[in-house]
């Protein structure tokens, strides 16, 4: 499934941000004031160890889209902090009445809503150990597995139908 496997665990700076929990500063490492200059220079030092830029712009990607879905799922997230405090998050109050309304069903409130708020120690936390993550990590080992199981097997005999294949005795 992945040709380069340690490819895969460049998806881990992907939770990079969620750091900033563990360190006590809420909002540290969601910010764009530290994670702008945090990607530049992966980049600029990937250019300059390696002489070119390969895995850095993927990384910087996986290291920025996470404020981004954050925002997504409500917030807050101090995009300027430590300049400014608060952090934004979209909310979705819209609510759904079936059995109502000329056609069954009524949409009451605005679809989406920006709210602000300032993060602090133990807000918007989540335990490590839950439900969805269990399944999720299960789900993604039987798949991989499964697939790199088959292409293992189809690379097989795919080997031994092919014509410049010897029986060495």
Do not use: W
Not at 13 to 33: E, N, Q, R, T, Y
Not at 37 to 52: K, Q, Y
């Amino acid at each position: 499934m992945f040709e380069q496997r340690y490819l895969l665990a460049l998806g881990g700076f992907g939770v990079l941000s969620d750091l900033d929990k563990f360190l006590g500063i809420p909002g540290a490492l969601h910010s764009l004031v530290t994670l702008v200059p945090l990607c530049i220079g992966l980049i600029v030092a990937e250019r300059v160890l390696r002489g070119r830029t390969a895995y850095s712009p993927l990384v910087a990607g996986f290291v920025l889209s996470h404020p981004l879905i954050d925002i997504i799922d409500g917030g807050p997230v101090p995009l300027f902090a430590p300049l400014i405090d608060a952090g934004i998050g979209l909310r979705y109050p819209m609510q759904v009445s079936f059995g109502e309304g000329p056609l069954g069903i009524v949409f009451e409130g605005p679809l989406l809503a920006l709210a602000t708020a300032t993060p602090r120690a133990g807000f918007n936390t989540y335990g490590f150990i839950n439900a969805f993550g269990v399944t999720s990590v299960l789900l993604f080992a039987v798949l991989y597995v499964g697939l790199e199981r088959r292409s293992r097997h189809t690379s097989e005999a795919a080997e031994a139908t092919s014509p410049h294949h010897r029986i060495e005795r």
